[in-house]
């Protein structure tokens, strides 16, 4: 073999051992990669069952305070439960004192509260009446909403619950705090009973409907893959869903807690997901070894070491593009952001199945594009606002038009709530409106609507004409708007408590740009009361309609 032969069977060699010693090294930055969209596919899910764990507290904190809390505390109050001189009524009697006109005390309601309880909070004593109820268990009640009821802002004084993990007192409480003339308490009192008995209330809130986006699940049975565990502040169990006391797939790593508010005992709703969970949320569920894959990348040539690379380079960008964009936006962004990621990552890495897959990610990314779409206009007008330099151009226009259009391009946000939009025309209305103007007070209002009232709700939006405005209204079928709050849902930044506290997520500058708006058009906004939910009207000038 001649010195130049040699010299290229060794370069040869030394070629092939390099190419082995890279597309090893790639093979090893592969996994890392695979290994590190497993970890983002599997916070993705945690995220999911956490959305889950809040949907399921919000909707607990519903049925406790409008089905159970609110008939059995207002009926003791009319029975002068806060009076400490007065006779203390028992739970079964309690529908003798219901007005007729507040309708009955629903039945899961008195079959839960065992006993009634007043606290006079300047003595500690307490008095109970009905079932028997052991001193260990009234001396629990005592210390527990003296100390509650001290920690508490006055905020949280008007409704609470406790619940007990004590030894021997498996009961639970709920509380109406009476004050005095300086906001000072008095006096509480309420029901309580064993806390047993409220797991037909838990079964009841998670009925309510799906407790993840119909988006993500599409047609498949939630209640197959998502199971709840309720627990109490000590770490007892109150209640489990039956998923997880028959799934065989545990143990359960993909879950999600929810702490409740303090006031509302500080239960933890937790969220579990079964291994099968990520072949629905997750288009080809999460990815599988791809050890045989890169053993066979042993054996390609160099153009195959070279397209690993540009692959390599593509999640390396697509990483980087990942982490500043989520870096910048706010926690508002944050659902819709992930879920077109997740899918449009799919797409790009070809993980599809089936053309259905495919079109079913298209579609998901869509509605998000839409939703995000109409945050960012909020803070565009939000910020030409805050600048000054806000400015419209009206034009007569056909309302009617107008708002077909509009609910036609919000109807795939409707659709994920199951939301049915309706449309009242009392007649033929023309207005001097800037389009786009108009467009986003719609959707801001429609956009509300959907966001706070329930699934499956008739959203009604109307015009007619009064005078020389152009009346448009939207009426939903949520818990309406308090009196005390009509006026300070359109300032900057103000949102209830009560949806804090539920985690509904906004930024608080939906309606006042609503106002805004309608005042640059010469008109106003306001919200008034319905025989079912919230009624928002907008008022802009009409204009004559041509002959």
């Given at each position: ?121 300047a003595t500690s004593e307490i008095t109970v009446a009905g079932a028997d109820v052991p001193p260990e268990t009234r001396e629990w009640l005592a210390d527990t909403l003296t100390h509650r009821i001290g ?397």
């Open positions: 073999m001649s010195t130049r032969e040699r010299f290229s069977k060794a370069l040869a060699v030394s070629l092939l051992g390099l190419t082995v010693l890279v597309v090893g090294a790639l093979a090893y930055q592969a996994i890392d990669a695979a290994r590190s969209h497993r970890t983002t596919a599997e916070n993705v899910l945690k995220d999911y069952a956490t959305l889950a764990a809040e949907q399921f507290a919000q909707r607990f904190a519903q049925v406790l305070s409008y089905r159970i809390a609110n008939p059995l505390l207002y009926s003791l109050y009319l029975a002068d439960a806060d009076d400490v001189d007065a006779e203390l009524i028992a739970p079964a009697f309690l529908p003798d004192y219901r007005p007729e006109r507040a309708g009955p005390i629903p039945d899961e309601a008195l079959a839960i509260a065992a006993y009634s309880f007043r606290l006079d909070l920690s508490l802002d006055k905020t949280d004084w008007q409704i609470g619950a406790v619940f007990s993990a004590r030894t021997g007192i498996p009961d639970f409480g709920l509380y109406r705090v009476r004050t005095d003339g300086d906001e000072n308490p008095i006096v509480a009192y309420g029901v309580g009973g064993p806390s047993s008995s409220l797991e037909p209330l838990f079964a009841l809130a998670g009925s309510y409907g799906p407790l993840l986006p119909s988006s993500l699940t599409g047609e498949a049975e939630e209640e197959r893959f998502v199971g709840i565990l309720v627990g109490g502040a000590l770490g007892d169990t109150l209640y489990m869903s039956d998923l997880l006391g028959t799934a065989p797939t545990g143990p359960y790593a993909l879950a999600g807690g929810f702490r409740m508010d303090e006031a509302l005992g500080s239960l933890l709703i937790g969220a579990a997901l079964v291994n099968d969970a990520a072949e629905t949320l997750i288009i080809g569920g999460l990815p599988a070894s791809r050890v045989p894959l890169l053993i066979g990348l042993l054996l390609l040539t160099v153009c195959l070491v070279g397209a690993a690379f540009i692959v390599l380079n593509r999640e390396y960008e697509l990483a980087r593009l990942r982490a500043d964009f989520v870096s910048g936006v706010s926690h508002e962004l944050r659902t819709p952001l992930a879920q077109i990621r997740m899918f449009a990552e799919t797409l790009l890495l070809g993980r599809v199945r089936t053309e259905t897959e495919a079109q079913r990610s298209l579609n998901i990314i869509d509605q998000e594009a839409r939703r995000l779409t109409h945050l960012v206009e909020n803070l565009l007008y939000f910020s030409r606002s805050e600048k000054g330099v806000a400015n419209i151009a009206p034009e007569p226009t056909d309302l009617e038009a107008l708002i077909r259009e509009t609910t036609e391009g919000f109807s795939p946000l409707a659709r994920l709530k199951s939301v049915t939009i309706e449309t009242v025309v009392e007649e033929k209305v023309i207005a001097h409106i800037d389009r786009s103007a108009m467009q986003q007070m719609l959707l801001n209002l429609l956009d509300n609507a959907t966001k706070y009232g329930p699934e499956g709700q008739t959203v009604t939006i109307g015009i007619k004409r009064e005078a020389a405005n152009a009346i448009i209204w939207v009426r939903d079928e949520g818990p309406g708007i308090a009196p005390q709050d009509r006026e300070q849902i359109w300032e900057r930044f103000w949102r209830r408590d009560e949806d804090r506290k539920a985690g509904i997520t906004g930024t608080g500058i939906g309606l006042s740009v609503v106002r805004e708006l309608a005042l640059m058009h010469g008109g106003d906004a306001w919200v008034e009361a319905a025989s079912s939910g919230a009624k928002f009207v907008i008022s802009v000038p009409a204009a004559k309609i041509p002959a």
